[in-house]
């Protein structure tokens, strides 16, 4: 009797145990495609990347497949002179000049690791300005209306701009794209100048056709790029026939601006027209004072992962080198951790989207309790996304509670392999884990793991020599598929000579 007391104590303990373990959370994939993925990147300006952008450390430690985070965009400032001017801004105080060579050392890095180099002007040459000075014109002496570009030299704006890209190809570098001004709609005391949503349209509609498409073949022009991903710069843009022709990227920042909110009504018009949309600064951290923490560095998961979710074709952090950005300063200060030009955990966070999203189409995902295939509602405190990429299905869950939990993943076709990709801290172990992953029958609803604390890369390897439940072939035919520099797909590889986007990397048809 004894014993059968125990037996049923144990049974009893072990029924309690199984019914307290936490159900498998549920997501679904669909094969419902969203856009296509150019890369991420970050800025080479001035400030951490003294002397003036010149130091390319941060670059060769971030750009290319060669390095261990794979970032493949670089933006640049366009500073406010002509060819062979090596003019300091007299409000400023910077030791080194202040001219178009600051960030070609870092360019030519990333061009020749297949990298795409954008320029962004803080401000015009000041001789083109109300003020008469680079500077923003946020001064006691100026009014809101000094600061802007005279409308007298709206003509000679394209004009400079084809001299810095006459400038750069000189010295080795061809720039990809050419945005129009850097927060147009921020009055600043340093390099600014100010458009208000009908001044870039005049700017654009009557005189960006100067820009020199046939002199620099594939050149792209980016819209402003608002402080806030502001859609009343864009409506503009996009409800002019002649603007929508001439701009191909729709760009901006998110400072107080959340990426579902701002940039998905803007990417749900601008996508569909071939146009690309692009994140192209923001700076995350609760408290510069110190390294981002690990719950920090999972909240920049997040935004990486809200911006693809409302339609980013591309993400550009702000500094290539800070103490809360990927490179270290060697400020101890913030942080024994901040050793000068060692990656820090927030590059390897970067490096799950940059590594393996790239060149991605985007998948519509669903919470499986969720049901509509649409909805793609955001859990406080755990994230989705999917992807495809040639013969690879891509899942990205990010998990800021302190709780393991498995996560349950219904796929809209067969996979054969898989491997777990976990980060799980600030410390450099923690920060790189590989783990294969088991497929078992079914081979289209698989189960993981996802600890606490975690961001989360599963990749997948299709099935093709099975019957899958979605033709496989014909998606990854799209998925691999070429784009032309303007944005638009084509069938097949192309035998017409240029320059073509594929796999988020620029690929010259000679």
Known sequence: MKKFFI????????????????????????????????????????????????????????????????????????????????????????????????????????????????????????????????????????????????????AKFFPWLNLFLEWMHNHGVDVDAVSIQNEPDWWVSYSGCLYEPEDQVMLVKNFAYMLDRTKFPGVRLISAEPLGYRKDYFDALLNDATCRKQVDIFAGHIYGHMPLQYIKPVASEALPLGKEIWMTEHSVTDNIDHLPTWYENLIFAEELNECMLAGCTGYIYWYMRAHWAFVGTGETKYGTANKKNVLLPRAYVMSHFAKHVTGSTRLVTSHESDGGREKEEIAADREYSAYIKGDSVIVMAINTTDNDRELRIKLPFNVKSGMHLLSTGNESANLCQEEDIAIDEPLNDITVDMPGSSLNTYIFMLDNGSTAITDVKTVKEETTSWLTLDGRRLNKKPTQKGIYIHNGKKVVIK
Request: glycine share 12%; hydrophobic share 30%; net charge neutral.
């Open 7 to 154: 037996s049923v104590i144990l049974i009893a303990a072990a029924t309690v145990v199984e019914a307290a373990k936490p159900k498998p959370i549920g997501i679904t994939v669909y094969n419902t495609k969203k856009q296509t993925i150019t890369g991420f990147g970050a800025a080479c300006c001035d400030g951490a990347m003294c002397p003036f952008g010149t130091d390319t450390n941060p670059a060769k430690l971030l750009y290319g497949d060669e390095s261990k985070i794979g970032l493949n965009i670089m933006r640049m400032e366009i500073s406010p002179n002509f060819e062979g001017d090596i003019r300091v801004p007299e409000w400023g105080n910077w030791d080194s000049p202040y001219d178009w060579n600051g960030s070609l050392p870092s360019a030519k890095i990333v061009k020749k690791r297949g990298g795409i180099v954008f320029g962004t002007p803080w401000s015009p040459p000041g001789e083109y300005k109300t003020n008469g000075t680079a500077q923003g014109g946020n001064a006691e002496d100026q009014g809101y209306q000094e600061g802007k570009l005279r409308p007298d030299c709206y």
